[in-house]
């Protein structure tokens, strides 16, 4: 048995960085042509081995734990963001159990609060910064902010969002800048972006434990949000979950919702931009359902079940999330040999293991026009049985569920997304609101931008200038 084929490259060590690093969809795509669904590269002395296609998908997200780990590949990228003890530093049991606690704070009686909180957070933000009839703002700037405060507020509570003025967007903000892919290569090299990262850490940490002291001080009122629902969780020997580790935890999800929400966000408008058909839909759809026109103030809050009942919108996130998911890569590193099933091959401990479940989802063998945004595509009852799928499988424990599928914009298996749920509604009730207020369209001098492959997020290119009008009532 040998490795996958390697692809070939010029200067020894580096491999194919260059490459992979401008635009790792592309590379994957041409190689497989070359080499077929798997294949290895070396990239900064560590050899990484691709599966790709359905096939691919499964073997990457459903390795055994003891065969290959997501801590091995993510801990130094996210350690100095998440902070000690949680997600990729602490045990894969523990981490299990971590997760189940913040599903805690993600049930359907935390979802029917938090949509006003979403309503009232992008109608804040656009009364105050989008004050004219039109204009042309830095969408994935306002949108970044509008995901900020909603996550924020739901999920931390109102005290830390309302410090989100005094300091905290930029505490935020300074942990951001440490998450990149450099991270991942350089995970060696004191870089000045993790000292800050650490500092601003600390001081996010002091202002959650001050928050939480307050909140155990006055224990008669309850708050429905994620800080109570990790305050009141406990591992399964009875140990509260430390304070210092609710802070952590807190700090995890907003970083693993922000960017993917917001990025996805801003896909969203910027298709609908240039697809007036489909903003007609959503309105058609409103108004049917709402019984009459709806314009830029008449517009009703919805409540949870209406904005997961939402079909157009629906359709709007899922085509955005196939073409543009903004986690394109999913690693494992391989700690004990793993035979590739009906080939010859294995993967050496030590090589880290990819999927890329957007080049499946883009691929023309499962979709016609694949690389094409065409919401309506989703019209069918296969929709449903996703859904259902889930809300039932977060992976825990077991992880015999099957992977082959070519659209997993959320992982599937051990590691499954808990933040679907959570990320759908408030993408659409974002989407609800500003498509109730404004209509948008390209900037002619931006366009459509392309993609931004430098973050781990895939975001689009910058800046993202489009344009907004006012809609009448
Ligand atoms: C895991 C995507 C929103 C929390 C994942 C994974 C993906 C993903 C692909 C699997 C990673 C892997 O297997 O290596 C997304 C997308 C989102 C989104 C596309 C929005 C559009 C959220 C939100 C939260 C969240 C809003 C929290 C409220 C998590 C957590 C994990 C995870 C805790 C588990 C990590 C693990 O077990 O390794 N997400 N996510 N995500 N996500 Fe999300």
Known sequence: PSEPPTVSYYVPFIGSMIEYGMNPIGFLRRNQKIHGDHFTFLMFGRRMTVYLDIDGND??????QACATAQDAYNSMTKPIFGEGVIYDAPSSMMMEQKRMVKAGLTVPCFRAYIPIFIKEVNQYVDKHWTKDEDTVNLLQSISEMTVMTASHTLMGPEIRSKLYEGVADLYHTLDLCLSPMRFLFDWLPLPSYFSAQKAHDELDRIFSSVIAERRKHTGKKHVDMLDALMDSQYKNGDALPD???????????????HTSAATTTWALLNLATNRDVVDEVHAENEARFGRKLGAKNFPEPSYEEVKGFAVLDNIVRETLRIRAPISQILRKVISPMAIPGTNYVVPAGNYIVASPINSATDEKYYKAAEDWVPSRWNTAEKEEDMD???????FGATTTSARSPVLPFGAGRHRCIGEQFAYIQIKTILYVLLNRFDFSLDPKCGMPERNFRSLVVFPQGPVMCRYKRRSD
Do not use: C, P, S
């Open 59 to 64: 073997f990457v997200f459903n390795a055994k």
């Open 244 to 258: 210092k580790h609710i802070g952590n935890l807190l700090i995890a999800l907003l970083m693993a919702g922000q």
């Open 389 to 395: 799928k889930a809300t039932t499988d977060y992976g």
